[in-house]
């Protein structure tokens, strides 16, 4: 069994810099994490506040206060609160679930709790963060999330 809730955080920014700026970057999501920022493909919270490395200089932001990340030289801030949905995944049957979807290894062992990857469900893309052992979260664009949604009913109810 696994439960699927919507989960609203405020705002869901794309923080971005060019790589010759990296002590830079690291500064300005440092400050705004409380935390140095997240190294690839993982992921960093601190209160209210969660940055996802995705790529070399580039990270997912959230926040569950309207707090703006800054949006000062050398990072370049996107805003798409609108246009991303968090799915959180929860229960003892995610990896399972998972494993009929993504293109790899979801065990906890081998994608632990903090891990981030970008992927595809069913041919959608989405932004897989591990939570804890029977969590994760999905972010997936906003036009996807119903179809998403259909599509982990379909499978866990034995649907291929």
């Given at each position: 069994?696994v439960?699927?809730v919507?989960r609203?955080p ?9 790589p010759?700026e ?7 999501l440092?400050?705004?994490l ?12 601190r ?5 996802m490395?995705?790529a ?6 959230l926040a569950?206060?309207?707090a ?7 990072l ?11 799915l959180?995944?929860t229960?003892?049957d ?7 979807g993504?293109g ?6 081998a ?6 990857a970008?992927t ?5 893309p989405?932004?897989l963060h591990?939570i ?7 972010l997936?664009p906003?036009s ?10 379909d ?6």
């Amino acid at each position: 069994m696994v439960e699927v809730v919507v989960r609203r955080p405020a705002r869901i920014f794309q923080a971005a810099g060019w790589p010759g700026e990296r002590a830079a970057l690291d500064a300005a999501l440092g400050a705004w994490l409380g935390d140095p920022p997240p190294e690839l493909g993982w992921a960093r919270s601190r209160g209210s506040r969660t940055g996802m490395a995705l790529a070399p200089g580039r990270w997912l932001l959230l926040a569950e206060t309207p707090a703006l990340p800054p949006d000062t030289p050398p990072l370049l801030v996107t805003d798409l609160s609108a246009a991303r949905v968090v799915l959180r995944l929860t229960g003892p049957d995610l990896e399972p679930l998972l494993r009929k979807g993504v293109g790899f290894d979801p065990d906890a062992r081998a994608f632990p709790p903090g891990r981030v990857a970008q992927t595809l469900i069913h041919h959608m893309p989405v932004l897989l963060h591990r939570i804890d052992a029977p969590s994760a979260d999905l972010l997936v664009p906003s036009s996807w999330a119903q179809a998403l949604r259909d599509w982990f009913d379909d499978a866990a109810a034995g649907s291929p």
